[in-house]
Nanobody
Framework: QVQLVESGGGLVQPGESLRLSCAAS????????MAWYRQAPGKEREFLES???GISTYVNGRFTISRDNAKNTVYLQMFSLKPEDTAVYLC???????WGQGTQVTVSS
């Protein structure tokens, strides 16, 4: 069974960038569509972006999702962070109940 572990979160100032990682273990995710979500305090979980198998990088505005099959890892690069980006960020194997535990991102001056 695949397990997902996110990392890379932390406290950053507005305008800075951050790269989150989602490392998979137990099985390969190279054939899986992978997705990033976030959940801010008091709000519902929000879908951010997904990446299909065979696609290495996908850019969508301030967020870039990418994957490294050799490392069995998916990344979320975030640019020009804003206070409203503060949330727990989670990765998921698309259309499954396999989620990571999340990593906290706080954007504050």
């Amino acid at each position: 069974q695949v397990q997902l572990v996110e990392s890379g979160g932390g406290l950053v100032q507005p305008g800075e960038s951050l790269r989150l990682s989602c490392a998979a273990s137990g099985s390969t995710i190279r054939f899986s569509r992978m997705a990033w979500y976030r959940q801010a305090p008091g709000k519902e979980r929000e879908f951010l972006e997904s990446i299909d198998p065979g696609i290495s990088t996908y850019v969508n505005g301030r967020f870039t999702i990418s994957r490294d099959n050799a490392k069995n890892t998916v990344y979320l690069q975030m640019f020009s962070l804003k206070p409203e980006d503060t949330a727990v960020y989670l990765c998921r194997i698309w259309n499954t109940q396999t989620w990571g535990q999340g990593t906290q991102v706080t954007v504050s001056s």
